[in-house]
Protein backbone atom coordinates (compact mmCIF):
# COMPACT_ATOMS: atom_id res chain seq x y z
CA UNK A 1 0.00 0.00 0.00
CA UNK A 2 0.80 3.70 -0.94
CA UNK A 3 1.48 5.74 2.28
CA UNK A 4 -0.23 9.24 2.42
CA UNK A 5 2.20 12.52 2.19
CA UNK A 6 1.97 13.71 5.80
CA UNK A 7 1.77 17.60 4.27
CA UNK A 8 -1.99 16.37 2.94
CA UNK A 9 -3.32 16.02 6.06
CA UNK A 10 -1.24 18.60 8.51
CA UNK A 11 -1.52 21.93 6.12
CA UNK A 12 -5.50 21.10 6.23
CA UNK A 13 -5.49 21.01 10.14
CA UNK A 14 -3.29 23.63 10.36
CA UNK A 15 -5.58 26.08 8.48
CA UNK A 16 -8.98 24.74 10.19
CA UNK A 17 -7.15 25.16 13.45
CA UNK A 18 -6.09 28.89 12.79
CA UNK A 19 -9.33 29.76 11.92
CA UNK A 20 -10.55 28.18 15.13
CA UNK A 21 -8.22 30.45 16.76
CA UNK A 22 -8.83 33.66 15.19
CA UNK A 23 -12.97 33.05 15.76
CA UNK A 24 -12.40 32.63 19.39
CA UNK A 25 -10.05 35.26 19.93
CA UNK A 26 -12.83 37.67 17.98
CA UNK A 27 -15.42 36.26 20.28
CA UNK A 28 -13.43 36.59 23.22
CA UNK A 29 -13.19 40.56 22.14
CA UNK A 30 -16.26 41.58 20.61
CA UNK A 31 -18.28 44.63 22.13
CA UNK A 32 -21.52 43.78 24.46
CA UNK A 33 -24.57 44.34 22.81
CA UNK A 34 -26.82 46.67 24.56
CA UNK A 35 -30.75 46.68 23.44
CA UNK A 36 -32.32 50.15 23.12
CA UNK A 37 -35.99 50.82 23.02
CA UNK A 38 -36.32 53.29 19.80
CA UNK A 39 -37.43 56.53 20.59
CA UNK A 40 -41.29 57.45 19.06
CA UNK A 41 -40.85 60.81 16.65
CA UNK A 42 -43.95 62.58 16.91
CA UNK A 43 -45.51 64.62 14.15
CA UNK A 44 -44.59 68.55 15.23
CA UNK A 45 -47.16 70.92 14.49
CA UNK A 46 -47.76 74.99 14.50
CA UNK A 47 -50.46 76.76 16.34
CA UNK A 48 -52.00 79.99 17.45
CA UNK A 49 -54.03 80.96 20.81
CA UNK A 50 -57.36 82.81 20.02
CA UNK A 51 -59.79 83.51 22.04
CA UNK A 52 -63.87 83.94 20.75
CA UNK A 53 -64.70 88.18 20.19
CA UNK A 54 -67.11 90.04 18.74
CA UNK A 55 -66.14 90.95 14.85
CA UNK A 56 -67.44 93.75 12.88
CA UNK A 57 -68.45 91.89 9.33
CA UNK A 58 -67.63 93.80 6.45
CA UNK A 59 -68.57 93.24 2.22
CA UNK A 60 -66.26 94.60 -0.21
CA UNK A 61 -67.06 95.76 -3.38
CA UNK A 62 -66.57 98.01 -6.33
CA UNK A 63 -68.50 100.17 -8.72
CA UNK A 64 -68.42 104.04 -10.36
CA UNK A 65 -69.96 107.04 -9.25
CA UNK A 66 -73.20 108.15 -10.95
CA UNK A 67 -75.26 111.42 -10.67
CA UNK A 68 -78.79 110.86 -8.54
CA UNK A 69 -80.62 112.90 -11.33
CA UNK A 70 -79.04 112.97 -15.11
CA UNK A 71 -81.69 114.91 -17.98
CA UNK A 72 -81.43 116.79 -20.93
CA UNK A 73 -82.34 120.97 -21.06
CA UNK A 74 -84.99 120.96 -23.72
CA UNK A 75 -87.02 124.13 -24.08
CA UNK A 76 -90.44 123.95 -24.83
CA UNK A 77 -90.76 127.28 -27.33
CA UNK A 78 -89.14 128.11 -30.27
CA UNK A 79 -86.81 130.76 -31.27
CA UNK A 80 -82.95 131.93 -32.10
CA UNK A 81 -80.77 132.09 -28.69
CA UNK A 82 -79.96 135.60 -27.93
CA UNK A 83 -78.25 134.76 -24.51
CA UNK A 84 -76.25 131.76 -23.04
CA UNK A 85 -75.05 131.62 -19.29
CA UNK A 86 -71.55 131.80 -18.73
CA UNK A 87 -72.15 128.21 -16.40
CA UNK A 88 -74.03 126.40 -19.72
CA UNK A 89 -70.01 125.01 -20.62
CA UNK A 90 -68.95 121.16 -20.17
CA UNK A 91 -68.02 120.82 -16.30
CA UNK A 92 -69.87 124.27 -15.69
CA UNK A 93 -71.47 124.23 -12.09
CA UNK A 94 -75.04 126.11 -11.91
CA UNK A 95 -77.86 126.56 -9.06
CA UNK A 96 -81.49 125.52 -9.27
CA UNK A 97 -83.74 128.29 -11.11
CA UNK A 98 -80.89 129.87 -12.34
CA UNK A 99 -81.19 131.30 -15.75
CA UNK A 100 -78.93 129.27 -18.44
CA UNK A 101 -80.15 130.72 -21.53
CA UNK A 102 -82.77 132.96 -23.17
CA UNK A 103 -84.74 132.83 -26.45
CA UNK A 104 -85.90 135.83 -28.45
CA UNK A 105 -88.30 137.26 -26.60
CA UNK A 106 -90.10 139.54 -29.23
CA UNK A 107 -93.09 137.00 -31.19
CA UNK A 108 -94.13 135.88 -27.42
CA UNK A 109 -94.61 139.59 -26.29
CA UNK A 110 -96.33 140.24 -28.93
CA UNK A 111 -98.60 137.16 -28.85
CA UNK A 112 -99.03 138.34 -24.87
CA UNK A 113 -100.25 141.81 -26.06
CA UNK A 114 -103.00 139.83 -28.73
CA UNK A 115 -104.06 137.75 -25.73
CA UNK A 116 -104.47 140.81 -23.88
CA UNK A 117 -106.71 142.69 -26.46
CA UNK A 118 -108.75 139.54 -26.96
CA UNK A 119 -109.68 139.24 -23.32
CA UNK A 120 -110.47 142.80 -22.97
CA UNK A 121 -112.80 142.43 -26.30
CA UNK A 122 -113.97 139.06 -24.92
CA UNK A 123 -114.81 140.71 -21.41
CA UNK A 124 -116.97 143.84 -23.52
CA UNK A 125 -119.27 141.26 -24.74
CA UNK A 126 -119.21 139.17 -21.73
CA UNK A 127 -120.75 142.67 -20.19
CA UNK A 128 -122.86 143.46 -22.35
CA UNK A 129 -124.67 140.21 -22.77
CA UNK A 130 -124.73 139.86 -19.05
CA UNK A 131 -126.45 143.38 -19.15
CA UNK A 132 -128.77 142.28 -21.93
CA UNK A 133 -129.75 139.20 -19.79
CA UNK A 134 -130.71 140.81 -17.38
CA UNK A 135 -133.09 143.35 -18.70
CA UNK A 136 -134.55 140.76 -20.80
CA UNK A 137 -135.21 138.64 -17.64
CA UNK A 138 -136.96 141.96 -16.00
CA UNK A 139 -139.03 142.23 -19.35
CA UNK A 140 -140.24 139.15 -19.23
CA UNK A 141 -141.39 139.80 -15.73
CA UNK A 142 -143.53 142.29 -16.64
CA UNK A 143 -144.65 140.13 -19.72
CA UNK A 144 -143.28 142.51 -22.24
CA UNK A 145 -140.23 140.40 -23.49
CA UNK A 146 -141.59 137.08 -25.13
CA UNK A 147 -139.53 134.11 -24.11
CA UNK A 148 -137.48 133.39 -27.28
CA UNK A 149 -136.40 136.79 -26.73
CA UNK A 150 -135.35 135.99 -22.88
CA UNK A 151 -133.82 132.58 -24.60
CA UNK A 152 -131.63 134.59 -27.07
CA UNK A 153 -130.57 136.47 -24.48
CA UNK A 154 -129.43 133.77 -22.11
CA UNK A 155 -127.69 131.91 -24.89
CA UNK A 156 -125.85 135.21 -26.02
CA UNK A 157 -124.48 135.69 -22.05
CA UNK A 158 -123.37 131.92 -22.10
CA UNK A 159 -121.33 132.64 -25.52
CA UNK A 160 -119.67 135.72 -24.39
CA UNK A 161 -118.81 134.44 -21.12
CA UNK A 162 -116.94 130.81 -22.73
CA UNK A 163 -115.40 133.69 -24.95
CA UNK A 164 -113.88 135.33 -22.44
CA UNK A 165 -112.58 132.00 -21.01
CA UNK A 166 -111.35 131.38 -23.95
CA UNK A 167 -109.38 134.23 -24.00
CA UNK A 168 -108.25 134.41 -20.67
CA UNK A 169 -106.58 130.86 -21.27
CA UNK A 170 -104.87 132.03 -24.15
CA UNK A 171 -103.55 134.89 -22.50
CA UNK A 172 -102.55 132.43 -19.62
CA UNK A 173 -101.04 130.45 -22.55
CA UNK A 174 -98.88 133.01 -24.21
CA UNK A 175 -97.54 134.19 -21.09
CA UNK A 176 -96.21 131.22 -20.09
CA UNK A 177 -94.40 130.45 -23.75
CA UNK A 178 -93.37 134.06 -23.03
CA UNK A 179 -91.60 132.89 -19.75
CA UNK A 180 -90.44 129.64 -21.43
CA UNK A 181 -88.24 131.84 -23.19
CA UNK A 182 -85.57 132.24 -20.31
CA UNK A 183 -84.53 128.98 -19.59
CA UNK A 184 -83.39 128.18 -16.26
CA UNK A 185 -82.36 125.20 -14.15
CA UNK A 186 -84.31 122.55 -13.01
CA UNK A 187 -81.85 121.45 -10.24
CA UNK A 188 -78.72 122.51 -8.94
CA UNK A 189 -76.16 120.48 -10.73
CA UNK A 190 -73.31 120.41 -13.76
CA UNK A 191 -73.20 120.55 -17.00
CA UNK A 192 -71.78 117.28 -18.78
CA UNK A 193 -72.18 118.68 -22.08
CA UNK A 194 -73.38 121.36 -24.00
CA UNK A 195 -74.38 121.77 -27.54
CA UNK A 196 -75.73 125.69 -28.21
CA UNK A 197 -74.58 128.94 -28.57
CA UNK A 198 -75.80 132.47 -29.63
CA UNK A 199 -77.60 133.01 -32.43
CA UNK A 200 -78.50 129.21 -33.13
CA UNK A 201 -82.08 128.43 -33.69
CA UNK A 202 -83.57 126.27 -30.90
CA UNK A 203 -86.34 124.07 -31.32
CA UNK A 204 -88.75 122.80 -29.26
CA UNK A 205 -88.04 119.48 -27.66
CA UNK A 206 -84.58 119.67 -29.05
CA UNK A 207 -81.90 118.77 -26.87
CA UNK A 208 -79.36 121.65 -26.25
CA UNK A 209 -77.39 120.03 -22.92
CA UNK A 210 -77.27 117.36 -20.74
CA UNK A 211 -77.23 118.46 -17.14
CA UNK A 212 -76.98 115.93 -13.86
CA UNK A 213 -77.48 116.98 -10.18
CA UNK A 214 -74.55 117.36 -7.26
CA UNK A 215 -76.94 117.41 -4.50
CA UNK A 216 -75.67 113.78 -3.71
CA UNK A 217 -74.20 110.82 -5.62
CA UNK A 218 -74.95 106.85 -6.24
CA UNK A 219 -72.23 103.96 -6.56
CA UNK A 220 -73.82 100.69 -8.06
CA UNK A 221 -72.56 98.07 -5.84
CA UNK A 222 -72.77 94.10 -6.84
CA UNK A 223 -73.26 92.19 -3.61
CA UNK A 224 -73.51 88.48 -3.65
CA UNK A 225 -76.75 87.50 -2.62
CA UNK A 226 -76.05 85.60 0.40
CA UNK A 227 -74.06 88.06 1.41
CA UNK A 228 -76.89 90.48 2.27
CA UNK A 229 -77.65 88.72 5.45
CA UNK A 230 -75.45 90.42 7.32
CA UNK A 231 -76.36 93.76 6.04
CA UNK A 232 -79.03 95.20 8.36
CA UNK A 233 -81.10 96.49 5.73
CA UNK A 234 -84.86 97.49 5.58
CA UNK A 235 -86.72 94.07 4.03
CA UNK A 236 -83.09 92.49 4.81
CA UNK A 237 -83.35 91.60 8.57
CA UNK A 238 -83.15 95.44 9.79
CA UNK A 239 -84.88 97.03 11.66
CA UNK A 240 -87.51 99.26 9.48
CA UNK A 241 -86.11 102.75 11.00
CA UNK A 242 -82.31 101.00 11.56
CA UNK A 243 -79.52 103.36 9.98
CA UNK A 244 -78.76 102.36 6.94
CA UNK A 245 -74.90 100.67 6.59
CA UNK A 246 -71.86 102.88 6.62
CA UNK A 247 -69.57 102.46 3.68
CA UNK A 248 -66.46 103.57 3.00
CA UNK A 249 -65.23 104.88 -0.60
CA UNK A 250 -61.45 104.63 -2.06
CA UNK A 251 -60.19 105.86 -4.71
CA UNK A 252 -56.67 106.98 -6.45
CA UNK A 253 -56.66 110.45 -7.90
CA UNK A 254 -53.94 112.61 -9.03
CA UNK A 255 -51.62 109.93 -7.51
CA UNK A 256 -52.98 109.80 -4.04
CA UNK A 257 -55.75 107.73 -2.62
CA UNK A 258 -58.58 109.46 -0.85
CA UNK A 259 -61.71 108.21 1.30
CA UNK A 260 -65.46 109.50 1.46
CA UNK A 261 -67.96 108.13 3.71
CA UNK A 262 -71.70 107.40 2.38
CA UNK A 263 -74.32 105.13 3.26
CA UNK A 264 -76.01 101.95 1.50
CA UNK A 265 -79.46 103.48 0.87
CA UNK A 266 -81.51 100.95 -1.15
CA UNK A 267 -81.02 97.57 -2.86
CA UNK A 268 -82.52 97.21 -6.72
CA UNK A 269 -85.18 95.12 -7.38
CA UNK A 270 -84.26 91.70 -8.66
CA UNK A 271 -81.39 89.61 -9.32
CA UNK A 272 -79.12 89.96 -11.86
CA UNK A 273 -79.86 86.90 -14.21
CA UNK A 274 -75.86 86.57 -15.49
CA UNK A 275 -73.59 87.82 -12.48
CA UNK A 276 -76.36 86.33 -9.68
CA UNK A 277 -75.53 89.69 -7.64
CA UNK A 278 -77.45 91.74 -6.00
CA UNK A 279 -77.22 95.71 -6.62
CA UNK A 280 -76.87 98.08 -3.69
CA UNK A 281 -76.65 101.51 -4.03
CA UNK A 282 -74.72 103.74 -2.00
CA UNK A 283 -75.18 107.31 -1.72
CA UNK A 284 -72.76 110.20 -0.50
CA UNK A 285 -73.92 113.78 -0.15
CA UNK A 286 -72.53 116.56 -1.32
CA UNK A 287 -70.36 114.74 -3.28
CA UNK A 288 -68.32 118.46 -4.48
CA UNK A 289 -67.62 119.78 -1.54
CA UNK A 290 -64.21 120.44 -0.98
CA UNK A 291 -62.22 119.04 1.75
CA UNK A 292 -58.43 119.42 2.61
CA UNK A 293 -56.51 117.48 0.52
CA UNK A 294 -59.08 115.54 -1.31
CA UNK A 295 -60.58 115.99 -4.54
CA UNK A 296 -64.45 115.98 -5.17
CA UNK A 297 -66.16 112.33 -5.70
CA UNK A 298 -66.94 113.31 -9.38
CA UNK A 299 -69.59 111.05 -11.94
CA UNK A 300 -67.23 108.61 -13.46
CA UNK A 301 -64.40 107.62 -10.68
CA UNK A 302 -64.43 104.39 -10.32
CA UNK A 303 -63.72 103.73 -6.58
CA UNK A 304 -63.65 100.48 -4.06
CA UNK A 305 -66.32 99.86 -1.29
CA UNK A 306 -66.35 98.55 2.16
CA UNK A 307 -69.99 98.12 3.16
CA UNK A 308 -70.05 97.79 7.03
CA UNK A 309 -72.04 95.10 8.22
CA UNK A 310 -73.98 92.99 11.17
CA UNK A 311 -71.55 92.69 14.31
CA UNK A 312 -71.32 88.95 14.86
CA UNK A 313 -70.62 87.95 18.69
CA UNK A 314 -68.30 85.15 20.20
CA UNK A 315 -67.12 84.13 16.55
CA UNK A 316 -63.39 83.41 16.09
CA UNK A 317 -60.71 85.19 13.28
CA UNK A 318 -58.32 82.28 12.12
CA UNK A 319 -56.27 81.79 9.37
CA UNK A 320 -57.62 79.95 6.29
CA UNK A 321 -54.95 76.87 6.51
CA UNK A 322 -56.96 75.91 9.68
CA UNK A 323 -60.12 75.03 8.23
CA UNK A 324 -60.42 71.24 7.48
CA UNK A 325 -62.97 69.59 5.16
CA UNK A 326 -64.66 72.84 4.85
CA UNK A 327 -66.23 72.43 7.94
CA UNK A 328 -63.97 71.66 10.64
CA UNK A 329 -61.08 72.87 12.97
CA UNK A 330 -58.43 71.08 13.97
CA UNK A 331 -57.01 71.94 17.61
CA UNK A 332 -54.44 70.63 20.04
CA UNK A 333 -55.48 70.30 23.68
CA UNK A 334 -53.60 70.51 26.97
CA UNK A 335 -52.64 67.06 27.05
CA UNK A 336 -51.06 67.54 22.86
CA UNK A 337 -53.63 65.56 21.08
CA UNK A 338 -55.48 66.52 18.07
CA UNK A 339 -59.39 66.86 18.28
CA UNK A 340 -61.58 67.53 15.30
CA UNK A 341 -63.68 70.53 16.43
CA UNK A 342 -67.02 71.28 14.20
CA UNK A 343 -66.82 75.03 12.71
CA UNK A 344 -69.87 76.94 11.30
CA UNK A 345 -67.98 79.29 8.66
CA UNK A 346 -69.35 82.64 8.70
CA UNK A 347 -67.15 84.52 6.26
CA UNK A 348 -64.01 83.93 3.98
CA UNK A 349 -61.61 87.11 3.30
CA UNK A 350 -58.52 86.45 2.09
CA UNK A 351 -56.75 84.39 4.04
CA UNK A 352 -58.08 84.88 7.18
CA UNK A 353 -62.05 83.58 8.15
CA UNK A 354 -64.42 84.07 10.69
CA UNK A 355 -65.94 80.78 12.38
CA UNK A 356 -68.30 79.84 15.20
CA UNK A 357 -66.70 76.60 17.23
CA UNK A 358 -66.28 75.51 21.01
CA UNK A 359 -63.02 75.52 22.12
CA UNK A 360 -61.94 73.99 25.81
CA UNK A 361 -60.02 76.21 28.31
CA UNK A 362 -56.43 75.06 26.65
CA UNK A 363 -57.37 74.90 23.00
CA UNK A 364 -54.58 75.46 20.37
CA UNK A 365 -55.84 75.84 16.45
CA UNK A 366 -53.09 73.59 14.64
CA UNK A 367 -52.27 75.66 11.26
CA UNK A 368 -50.01 73.19 9.33
CA UNK A 369 -50.62 70.85 7.16
CA UNK A 370 -50.70 67.19 7.94
CA UNK A 371 -51.09 64.38 5.46
CA UNK A 372 -53.08 61.95 8.29
CA UNK A 373 -54.48 63.39 11.41
CA UNK A 374 -56.51 61.45 13.58
CA UNK A 375 -58.69 62.51 16.70
CA UNK A 376 -56.38 61.61 19.68
CA UNK A 377 -53.68 61.35 17.81
CA UNK A 378 -50.28 62.71 19.94
CA UNK A 379 -48.46 65.54 18.54
CA UNK A 380 -45.52 67.94 19.53
CA UNK A 381 -45.95 71.89 19.31
CA UNK A 382 -43.11 73.22 17.95
CA UNK A 383 -43.99 77.47 18.80
CA UNK A 384 -47.30 78.76 20.24
CA UNK A 385 -47.97 81.77 17.63
CA UNK A 386 -50.38 84.81 19.41
CA UNK A 387 -52.08 86.33 16.71
CA UNK A 388 -51.99 89.95 15.82
CA UNK A 389 -53.29 92.66 17.67
CA UNK A 390 -57.53 91.32 16.48
CA UNK A 391 -58.59 93.76 14.16
CA UNK A 392 -61.98 95.13 15.11
CA UNK A 393 -63.58 94.31 11.68
CA UNK A 394 -63.08 91.45 9.59
CA UNK A 395 -64.34 91.99 5.66
CA UNK A 396 -65.95 89.75 3.28
CA UNK A 397 -64.60 88.48 -0.26
CA UNK A 398 -67.23 86.58 -2.55
CA UNK A 399 -67.10 83.04 -0.55
Keep these: MMKLDRRIVVWPLTVIGTALAA ?3 LLAT ?16 RVIEVQPRSVRLEVRSQGTVAPRTESELV ?7 VWVSSALVSGGFFEQGAPLLRIDPRDYEAAVQ ?3 AAVARALGESEHADAELSRRERLSKRDIASASQLSDAKRAARVSRANLTDARVALEQAERDLARTEVRAPFSGRVREERVDVGQFASRGQPLASLYATDYAEIRLPIPDHQL ?20 LRARFAGAEHVWEGRLVRTEGEIDARSRMVHGIARVEDPYESAAGRPPLAVGLFVSAVIEGALAHDVLVVPRAALRED ?3 LVVDRDGRLRHREAEVLRVDGDDLVARASLAPGDRICVSSLPVAVDGMEVRVRSTEAPDAAPAKTGAAAT
Design 23 to 25: SAV
Design 75 to 81: PEVSGPV
Design 327 to 329: RAL
Design 30 to 45: APAVISVTPERVLPTV
Design 114 to 116: RAR
Design 229 to 248: AYLPLPGLGGAPDAEPPKVT
